[in-house]
C-alpha cells in the first residue's frame, strides 16, 4: 500500500497552501534578523543601521509581499553571497552587498506610498529592482536616495518618476520592461550583471564526474525563444494545470544561457530561478524542463525545514542520472523529478495523443527505478522521506504498466538533456 505523505505531498499544491513555503520564508526572515543583529557591531555606522532598517522593514511587510522576496532568486543570490562573504570576514563585500537589500523593498513600499531609502550604486547605468521586471537607467556611479511624495519617486540628482508608471508592468512606461514567458509572469532575462557574475564562477569551477567545465554565457532573449518556452507553458497548462501554476509559483526567472555543455539547471543559491539553453529546442524535452527544474525548485523548499534522509552531506551513492558516485540528496532530488517530469509527459501525451512524449517515458521509468532501489537499500529515509518515494514509486508502476520500460543497459538512461 502506497503512504502518502501529509508533509511532503507528491502533487503540486497551490503557494498560499504550501507549509513548505511559509518555513522557508520565516526563516529567511529570522535570519534576516539575526544578521543585522549579529553585524550591527561590526560594520561602519550607516551600514549598520542601513540592515538593521532593511531588517525592520522587511518584517513589517505583509507575509506575501515577504514571501515573494524571500523566494526570488536574486535574493537568494544576495543573501548567499553576503552569508558567504560574512563567514570569510570579507569585510569590504559585506559592506557593499548590505545597501543591496532596499532594491528588494522599494517597490513592496513604493505600493504603500511611503518610500525613504538609501540605494547602491547603480550598475551599468541601471537601478533593478528585483521580483519587479520594470527597471530605470540611471546615469552616474555614486550612492542614491530614493523617496516617494506626491505620486513620484525622487531619486536623489535625477528627474522625478511617476510611480504608477514604474509599478506597472502591463503598459509603457518609464525605463526598460524585461521580457517574460508569454501569458505569464515569469521573466525571461539574463541581462542583470548578477547572472553574468554567477556564469564566472560556475565556469571556473571543477566540473562534477563525467561532465566538461563549463561554458556558460548569457543569452540574449529573443522573440522565438519566448514563443516556443510559452507554447511548452500552454500544453503543460492543458494537461496539467496544477503543475502550471507550481510553475508560475515557483519560477520567477527563466534565465537564458547558450553552451555546448549543459542544457538546463538550477541552483540552491537561486532558488525561484531556471537556467535554461536557448539554442535547442524541442517539444517533448520543453515540457520535460519545465516540470523537472521546476520540481528542484519545490524539493529545495521541502528539505529546507524537512528531513527526508539521515545521512551527511559528504556521503556518495551511484546514480543513474549521472556518471559516478553522486550526493544522496542529488539523487533523492532526481527520483521525485524525473517522477514527476514522466507523469507531465504521460498527461500531454493522452491529452494530444503525440508519440514522441510516450516514447520518451519508459526512459524516465527506469532511471527512476534504479533511483529508487539505490535509495531504499543504501539510504536512511526518515518517514516522510520513505512516504515520498512511496508515492513516487506508485506512479512509476503505473507508467510502466502503460509505457514500458527501457532496458537498464540502453546508453539513454545516462544520457543528460
Known amino acids: 500500500m502506497t503512504t502518502i505523505s501529509p508533509t511532503v505531498p507528491f502533487s503540486p499544491v497551490p503557494k498560499e497552501s504550501d507549509a513548505s513555503v511559509a518555513r522557508f520564508a520565516e526563516f529567511r526572515l529570522a535570519g534576516l534578523g539575526r544578521f543585522a543583529g549579529l553585524l550591527g557591531t561590526r560594520l561602519p555606522a550607516a551600514e549598520a543601521a542601513l540592515l538593521e532598517r532593511g531588517a525592520r522593514l522587511a518584517a513589517e511587510l505583509d507575509r506575501p509581499e515577504w514571501t515573494d522576496i524571500a523566494l526570488h532568486p536574486y535574493y537568494s543570490y544576495w543573501w548567499s553571497r553576503l552569508s558567504q562573504a560574512v563567514a570569510a570576514g570579507r569585510a569590504a563585500e559585506v559592506t557593499s552587498l548590505v545597501p543591496e537589500l532596499s532594491r528588494f523593498l522599494l517597490v513592496p513600499l513604493l505600493r504603500r506610498g511611503d518610500v525613504d531609502l538609501a540605494l547602491p550604486p547603480p550598475r551599468a547605468g541601471e537601478l533593478r529592482f528585483p521580483g519587479h521586471r520594470r527597471h530605470l537607467r540611471v546615469e552616474g556611479s555614486g550612492a542614491l536616495r530614493a523617496r516617494a511624495a506626491n505620486g513620484e519617486l525622487v531619486l536623489t540628482g535625477h528627474d522625478a518618476v511617476p510611480v504608477a508608471e514604474l509599478l506597472d508592468e502591463h503598459r509603457p512606461g518609464p525605463g526598460v520592461l524585461r521580457p517574460a514567458i508569454p501569458g505569464t509572469a515569469v521573466e525571461f532575462d539574463s541581462s542583470d550583471p548578477w547572472v553574468g557574475k554567477f556564469f564566472e564562477v560556475e565556469n571556473v569551477a571543477a566540473p562534477s564526474p563525467g561532465r566538461s567545465r563549463d561554458d556558460l554565457e548569457p543569452a540574449e532573449a529573443d522573440v522565438a525563444a519566448q514563443t516556443w518556452l510559452g507554447g511548452a507553458v500552454d500544453r503543460l497548462g492543458r494537461a496539467w494545470p496544477e503543475m502550471r501554476r507550481e510553475f508560475e509559483d515557483y519560477v520567477r526567472l527563466v534565465a537564458p544561457f547558450s553552451s555546448q555543455v549543459r542544457a538546463a539547471f538550477t541552483n540552491v543559491g537561486w532558488q525561484g530561478a531556471v537556467f535554461l539553453r536557448t539554442t535547442v529546442h524541442d517539444d517533448v524535452q520543453d ?123 540502453e546508453p539513454k538512461i545516462y544520457e543528460e538533456f
Open 287 to 409: 515540457v520535460e524542463r519545465l516540470v523537472h527544474e521546476t520540481s528542484h525548485l519545490r524539493l529545495n523548499l521541502v528539505m529546507a525545514r524537512t528531513k527526508l534522509y539521515d545521512h551527511d552531506a559528504a556521503d556518495r551513492v551511484p546514480s543513474p542520472f549521472r556518471a559516478g558516485l553522486r550526493p544522496i540528496m542529488g539523487l533523492y532530488h532526481g527520483a521525485f523529478v524525473v517522477t514527476r517530469a514522466a507523469r507531465a509527459l504521460d498527461r500531454v501525451h493522452r491529452l494530444d495523443g503525440d508519440l514522441g512524449y510516450g516514447e520518451r517515458i519508459p526512459v524516465l521509468v527506469t532511471q527512476v527505478r534504479l533511483a529508487l532501489g539505490t535509495l531504499r537499500r543504501d539510504v536512511r529515509l526518515t518517514p516522510d522521506g520513505a512516504a515520498l518515494l512511496d508515492e513516487a514509486d506508485a506512479h512509476i508502476t503505473d507508467l510502466a504498466a502503460a509505457y514500458g520500460a527501457a532496458a537498464p543497459d
